[in-house]
């Protein structure tokens, strides 16, 4: 079982319809970042976050410490919203501690 | 001016041969990184380097030997290239190594070992 779970895997969507992407970890963390790859490769830096919730444009993020677990929500979808999101989350413990362990992605198409 | 800046973009080159890409980054971060994305799309971190001192060595076999000439650069050298070396090399870098805040990528090298 990977340390870092997400869902979907994959998940289609009409334009304008409201998406969320679920990630669940399995270790202490000390921080969960969302990352988009967009098809032509490139890797843009969404949301880090510790605690609670952060919102930025169509995009929020939410995180439950306790339950392990973290969503990122997608208002209003676009097709220009389809990429591949990536749950990451940094250790807090270990020999490993302080590194970075990814989750699957999920593939998010948006039709117009 | 991009933040973090690799090169070359893609490398083809045949088996056994010793390869390198660069990586540089202009935004003053104190940690930079290096990580593997595989055919199936997954992220795995290879090395960090924080002040030019590598912090983590990720099982990566000693034919991968990254150098920070300063803490701008970090250079991936690769000795004797196999077959699943293929993949896309994605260099990163953070404000620093205690509290990283946000991630910086560069756009990838793509690496394609014949």
């Known amino acids: 079982k990977n340390e870092v779970e997400q869902s979907p895997q994959n998940l289609t969507a009409q334009e304008g319809e409201f998406i969320t992407i679920n990630c669940s970890y399995s270790?202490?963390?000390?921080?969960l970042h969302w990352l988009q790859q967009h098809p032509g490769g490139g890797i843009v830096s969404l949301f880090m976050?510790?605690?609670g919730k952060k919102k930025h444009g169509r995009l929020i993020a939410t995180i439950n410490i306790q339950e392990k677990h973290s969503s990122l929500h997608i208002t209003a979808s676009h097709p220009r919203d389809s990429a591949v999101y990536i749950c990451?989350?940094?250790?807090?413990?270990?020999?490993?501690?302080?590194?970075?362990?990814f989750g699957k992605g999920t593939k998010l198409s948006v039709k117009p | 001016d991009t933040a973090v800046s690799q090169t070359p973009k893609y490398l083809v080159t045949q088996m056994g041969n010793d390869k390198s890409i660069k990586c540089e980054q202009n935004?003053?971060?104190?940690?930079m990184y290096w990580y593997k994305q595989d055919s199936k799309k997954f992220l795995k971190i290879m090395f960090s380097y924080n002040n030019k001192e590598l912090i983590i060595n990720e099982t990566v076999p000693n034919r991968f030997s990254p150098k920070s000439p300063d803490k701008a650069h970090l250079n991936l050298h690769i000795n004797s290239l196999e077959l699943g070396d293929s993949a896309v090399y994605f260099c990163?870098?953070?404000?620093?190594?205690?509290?990283?805040?946000?991630?910086?990528f560069g756009e990838g090298s793509r690496l394609t070992v014949l």
């Open positions: 935004l003053g971060h104190d940690t």
């Open positions: 270790v202490g963390i000390s921080a």
């Open positions: 976050l510790s605690s």
């Open positions: 990451a989350v940094r250790l807090l413990h270990g020999g490993s501690q302080g590194n970075l362990i």
């Open positions: 990163a870098s953070s404000q620093q190594w205690e509290n990283t805040g946000e991630l910086f």
